[in-house]
């Protein structure tokens, strides 16, 4: 063989190893992003859901002229962390390790921060306590429930 040859084969040699390492580190990559959802994103995501009940100081508030009557309908919550909740559009996240919600939206004063009670394939519960701007001494205690949409 001659010099030439031979650098031919290593340089033949040293591009498939680094074309084997670049496959690996994206499969690597492709694999980890898919494991890094936890549960809870899984089962949030999974759905559109659909509001059931929707009530503040434990009356209904999702009726025509209600507190919550915006948030009335579905709700989806894609894996990008935008989506819409009812008639609202925004953004959403985990907030204390996965067991809050943080909804964001431009057409809500503050953003709603509820706690997440329960979360499984057939029920998605929250709750929160959101200021009363009107009155700022008594918040309002609110609770949302959600079903799959069929």
Request: aromatic share 12%; with cysteine; glycine share 8%.
């Amino acid at each position: 063989m001659t010099g030439e040859s031979i650098n031919l084969n290593c340089y033949v040699m040293k591009n498939h190893i680094l074309l084997s390492l670049f496959i690996a580190a994206g499969m690597l990559i492709a694999a980890c992003s898919k494991d890094n959802e936890s549960e809870r994103f899984k089962l949030l995501t999974a759905h559109i859901w659909t509001s059931d009940s929707l009530l503040v100081n434990g009356n209904d508030a999702g009726g025509p002229g209600g507190l919550l009557e915006k948030f009335k309908g579905d709700a989806k919550f894609e894996k990008d962390y935008t989506g819409y909740f009812g008639k609202y559009q925004g953004t959403w996240r985990f907030a204390y390790g996965e067991e809050n919600l943080v909804i964001e939206s431009d057409s809500l004063p503050v953003p709603l921060t509820a706690k997440i009670v329960l979360l499984t394939q057939t029920d998605f519960k929250i709750t929160t306590v959101y200021p009363n701007l009107l009155d700022p001494q008594n918040p309002y205690n609110i609770r949302m429930t959600f079903k799959p949409k069929q």
